[in-house]
């Protein structure tokens, strides 16, 4: 290998490389950095913030004051993060990541490959897929996706909207557009009323967040004072349409109601990304309340291994605040696991950072417990396409399921549901869902889609130019 190679590998080889510039991502990034080890950041997006934090600094005033003081509060982060020594590279796609601990990635499309002694998975969760009667209609979207062309672009529906779902991110981006001056046409919550009984039981855990709970009476008391139409418990929702979504249909309080709307923002909530954990073959197990798969870590975000940490909501949904502290402690702990000399600071805020998270737990149960999706949302109907990549109905996997008894895996050679382009993203835990539900068994006796590299879109040029780099040749 010639020298020139040898420094380029130097060069991509960090103490600590994290994979994610959200909130986990850049505090284990900052407390790393703080404590000498050298520490590189790879995120797709240009800038640092994840999705929560996205664009951040580049939003103005306006845009600040209508996403709310949470959003403004990555400023904080992004200043540390600059002050620590830590090295963001943005604009890389990974998609590949070895037990080895190499990394291989496109920055800007050219191939790079990265190796390190700790590797931090921070990157973060994405929206439970939400398949019901017409959801795969042009003028259908999720909140997330609505929130992410306000928070980038300051882009707001110019129509009236119907926000169809649960979670707190319905009404967070609800509030978000009554401060915009956008029309909400009525918000149709799916939460069984089974579920606030449930979540009754750790009510006293959502009273010990005080300043959380308030955040979203707040939010409930704006959508109230704009008298936009709520209806509460709905079931059996169709979005009716043909070529596109021309209306909402559901029963509530015992009556069928239909809203006519071209615009429809579903949300059910957020669940872990795993794509690169579950790739890298790490120990995963089911959450039932929260009805997905997570990475299984200790109490200091190590996964199963060896210097391989997840933290953050990749680790299990979380919110912001908290994986900003698991992404600290994991930092922490890599900076422990390295340094032999003891450290009196940092043992004590490592401890501090442990009360901090553990004391998050409660709060957490009530809001799993409450918003914990609806069978008929989890399980649809087989007329519903639950892989849209590929376009395989719930009722195509129910009858292959009929003549033997395939796993995920196997359904995928069958119907290539998870074979496209979101290579299960968006149908893995409804695929598992409805496998489960035939069964009578639970996801968690199901398993999950082995997933392997390519997980990012990748040429054979780029390929083929990544591989004779690395062995020194002229690409």
């Not at 990034?29 to 790879?42: I, S």
């Not at 939003?59 to 949470?70: E, K, N, S, Y």
């Not at 009805?291 to 990749?314: F, H, I, M």
Request: glycine share 10%.
């Amino acid at each position: 290998m010639s020298a020139a190679v040898n420094a380029t590998a130097a060069a991509r080889h960090a103490d600590v490389l994290v994979i994610g510039a959200g909130p986990a991502g850049l505090a284990a990034a900052c407390a790393a950095a703080e404590q000498g080890l050298r520490v590189l950041v790879l995120d797709e997006q240009a800038r640092a913030g994840g999705q929560i934090y996205r664009a951040v600094e580049a939003a103005d005033p306006a845009r600040h004051q209508i996403l709310g003081p949470d959003y403004g509060a990555g400023l904080a982060l992004l200043d540390r993060f600059r002050r620590s020594g830590a090295r963001l590279q943005g604009g890389t796609s990974v998609w590949q990541i070895t037990r080895e601990k190499q990394v291989f990635a496109l920055v800007d499309g050219q191939p790079r490959t990265y190796t390190t002694d700790a590797l931090v998975l921070a990157t973060g969760a994405q929206e439970r897929p939400c398949p019901v009667p017409g959801w795969t209609l042009p003028g259908v979207m999720t909140a997330g996706a609505a929130q992410i062309l306000l928070k980038t672009e300051g882009v707001v529906p110019s129509r009236p909207a119907v926000l169809v779902g649960a979670g707190p991110l319905l009404y967070l981006l609800a509030w978000q557009y009554l401060r915009a001056g956008v029309s909400i046409k009525a918000i149709v919550e799916t939460t069984p009323r089974a579920h606030y009984l449930r979540a009754a039981r750790n009510v006293a855990g959502a009273l010990a967040n005080w300043a959380e709970l308030r955040k979203g009476m707040t939010m409930l008391r704006a959508i109230r004072r704009a008298a936009i139409p709520r209806y509460k418990h709905a079931e059996d929702l169709v979005i009716e349409g043909k070529e596109a979504a021309q209306a909402v249909r559901f029963k509530a309080a015992g009556r069928t109601h239909r809203i006519g709307t071209d615009l429809v923002l579903l949300h059910q909530g957020v669940v872990p990304n795993i794509q690169n954990s579950q790739a890298l073959r790490l120990d995963h197990t089911w959450d039932d309340t929260q009805r997905c798969w997570k990475p299984r870590v200790d109490d200091r975000g190590l996964a199963s291994l060896s210097g391989c940490y997840v933290v953050g909501d990749g680790a299990g949904i979380v919110g912001a605040r908290t994986s900003a502290l698991q992404g600290e402690l994991a930092g922490l702990a890599i900076a422990a696991a390295r340094q032999s000399a003891a450290s009196q600071p940092r043992d004590a805020r490592i401890a501090e950072l442990q009360r901090r998270i553990a004391g998050q737990a409660p709060f957490r149960a009530f809001l799993d417990t409450l918003y914990t999706p609806p069978d008929a949302i989890r399980v649809p109907a087989d007329n519903v396409i639950a892989c849209r990549c590929e376009h395989v109905s719930a009722g195509a996997i129910r009858a292959q399921l009929a003549t033997d008894q395939p796993d995920p895996n196997q359904l995928k050679s069958y119907l290539r549901c998870g074979m496209g382009p979101c290579q299960g993203r968006q149908c893995g835990l409804t695929v598992d869902e409805i496998v489960a539900d035939a069964r009578g068994i639970s996801p968690a006796q199901v398993g999950y889609y082995r997933l392997r590299p390519p997980l990012k879109p990748i040429t054979l040029e780029q390929l083929a130019r990544g591989a004779a780099a690395q062995a020194g040749e002229k690409p």
